[in-house]
């Protein structure tokens, strides 16, 4: 376990020796919400040469402001940067991770009372704006195949509606080939265990690609 406090730890996010210890200070120091910590993170995110490292400060920017499961944290920084990140390009096999692609679906939990009290508290946060950077993850075939699916998990349990699903697996065609196939089938899997809801205010803009042409039933 890392120990010390965001001052320690930012010396070893940004100039450790061992990458290791880079990446695990990177990964862990979000969780501490402590503002110091919001522009390390905008700096090294800042650089993609290093895909892991890149992979674990982001997950880190997370947990500054969506700390699962006692969501204690509420930078609104960190919020809006990720937002930029996720809908940043190239996106590439590690870029944006894919172990984190599925877990902003916790965000619409209705039992965990953490993150009542931390949507009470964090006012600026916008699930059809996260539904759309997400989105963007899905739509595009240079993000690992794991994010683009993890991508759909997550909008499913943030409760995307039909038309913005419809919407991002149109493109993809009858017959999707390559990583393609399994971005469709989680579509198609999210697709058809969704009950039909209107689409609520926000959504019908969150998809990247354009709207169906036919009204779903």
Sequence with gaps: ELKGGPEKLIAMMEGDKDMGVRQAACEYAGGLGD??????????????SNGELWGDCFEGLVSMWADYPLYDTTN???YKLTLKL?????RTEQIPPWTAMGDFGYLESDTNK???E?????TWYKAEDLMKALGSVVADGDAKWMART??????AKLKASKAMLEGLRKPLGDKP????MHAAKALDTALAAAKWRPTPHGQADACPCPPPSSTPP
């Design 150 to 155: 993890g991508a759909v998990k997550s909008l």
């Design 177 to 180: 080939s390559g990583d393609d």
């Design 76 to 78: 609104e920084d960190a």
């Design 86 to 90: 996720l809908e940043s390009t190239p």
């Design 114 to 116: 953490s993150l009542a």
């Design 35 to 48: 503002a110091k910590l919001y522009p390390v993170y905008e700096k090294l995110l800042n650089d993609r």
């Design 118 to 122: 931390w949507k009470t508290k964090a």
